[in-house]
T-cell receptor, first 112, second 112 residues
Framework: DTGVSQNPRHKITKRGQNVTFRCDPI?????LYWYRQTLGQGPEFLTY????????KSRLLSDRFSAERPKGSFSTLEIQRTEQGDSAMYLC??????????FGPGTRLLVL | GQQVMQIPQYQHVQEGEDFTTYCNSS?????IQWYKQRPGGHPVFLIQ?????EVKKQKRLTFQFGEAKKNSSLHITATQTTDVGTYFC????????????FGPGTSLSVIP
């Protein structure tokens, strides 16, 4: 495996349901980032980890969003009580410290 | 808050014409990165500029970082249909955690 992988690639859910996404970074990378991208916009920073420590969270990340990286490898992003406004592409990226960020293919979420 | 802006938002060119997108930051950047996102795809890293006034070339693409490290440009010479996509600049802020902020992107269409 030479790239960042994300699962699932697509998720359709009903409003009010909880969803969880997974990101597997490039194995040597110690930093992992989550972004949200809506149509016609650039990726918006949500949060990032260095190893297992969550170092920064955007104000965009409401209390319904939580992210974990328990062993410093893969990460999960959970959205509780989804709302239609949560519909977006959720991108994960990884890097070695502050180096180049490599993006995964994203998880496209649609909340009905 | 810190912002990274890009102009134009959209650009339609005839194949063979040149194309330029401009990126401006409200604050001084540690470095700037450029990404390309094809329709339906995820951002793919193109290049990173670090030094004030730096100019780098990749075949028909020329990247420039301003002297004040607050602006950057990407110029494509003699566009081809394979250049179609959205070009994002992403600035790294001088914080303890290397925060990266993406611009909104410039969407390039190339008419054959």
């Amino acid at each position: 495996d030479t790239g960042v992988s994300q699962n699932p690639r697509h998720k359709i859910t009903k409003r009010g349901q909880n969803v969880t996404f997974r990101c597997d970074p490039i194995s040597e990378h110690n930093r992992l980032y989550w972004y949200r991208q809506t149509l016609g916009q650039g990726p918006e920073f949500l949060t990032y980890f260095q190893n297992e420590a969550q170092l920064e969270k955007s104000r965009l990340l409401s209390d319904r969003f939580s992210a974990e990286r328990p062993k410093g490898s893969f990460s999960t992003l959970e959205i509780q009580r989804t709302e239609q406004g949560d519909s977006a592409m959720y991108l994960c990226a990884s890097s070695y410290f502050g180096g180049t960020q490599y993006f995964g293919p994203g998880t496209r979420l649609l909340v009905l | 808050g810190q912002q990274v802006m890009q102009i134009p938002q959209y650009q339609h060119v005839q194949e063979g014409e040149d194309f330029t997108t401009y990126c401006n930051s409200s604050t001084t950047l540690s470095n700037i990165q450029w990404y390309k996102q094809r329709p339906g795809g995820h951002p793919v890293f193109l290049i990173q500029l670090v030094k004030s006034g730096e100019v780098k070339k990749q075949k028909r693409l020329t990247f420039q970082f301003g002297e004040a490290k607050k602006n950057s440009s990407l110029h494509i010479t003699a566009t081809q249909t394979t250049d179609v996509g959205t070009y994002f600049c992403a600035g790294t802020l001088k914080t303890s955690y290397d925060k990266v902020i993406f611009g909104p992107g410039t969407s390039l269409s190339v008419i054959p």
